[in-house]
C-alpha cells in the first residue's frame, strides 16, 4: 500500500530532532473532503509510543475534523472518529495508510 503513494524523499526538523519523510500524500474529493496523511521516521520513539515514527493523518470535511490518526507527545498513538479519542495501536507504517483508509472509507458511508 505504502509503494503506491506518492512521496519525496526529504529530511526535516520537528521539535530539533532530524526527521526523514517516508510519506506525504493529500486528497480532495469532488465533494470537498480533504484527507491528507503525513509520516515521519524519527531516531526516537516519540512518548509514550514505541516506536520511532511521528504522524497525523486527517480527514476534514467543510473544516472539520471527521476522522484523524496521530502520536501527539503524550498521548501517544490514537485515532478521533466522528468527534470520539479512541486508542490506536501503532503496527506499520503500511497498517496506519490502510486503517486510515478503512476508517475514512467507514466515516464517508456514514456521513
Known amino acids: 500500500m505504502l509503494a503506491n503513494l506518492p512521496t519525496s524523499a526529504s529530511v526535516g526538523t520537528i521539535a530539533n530532532v532530524k526527521a526523514e519523510l517516508i510519506t506525504r500524500f493529500k486528497s480532495v474529493a ?21 516506536h520511532c515514527y511521528k504522524y497525523r ?21 490514537h485515532c478521533h472518529v ?7 495501536t501503532f503496527t506499520t507504517v503500511d497498517a496506519l495508510v490502510e486503517d486510515f483508509i478503512a476508517a475514512v472509507d467507514a466515516a464517508r458511508r456514514t456521513t
Open 57 to 77: 493523518a486527517i480527514y476534514a470535511v467543510d473544516g472539520v475534523r471527521v476522522v484523524g490518526f496521530d502520536n501527539e507527545r503524550g498521548k501517544g498513538d
Open 30 to 50: 469532488e465533494d470537498g473532503g480533504v484527507m491528507e496523511l503525513v509520516v515521519w521516521r524519527v531516531p526516537r520513539p516519540v512518548p509514550p509510543s514505541g
Open 82 to 88: 466522528h468527534g470520539r479519542e479512541l486508542p490506536y
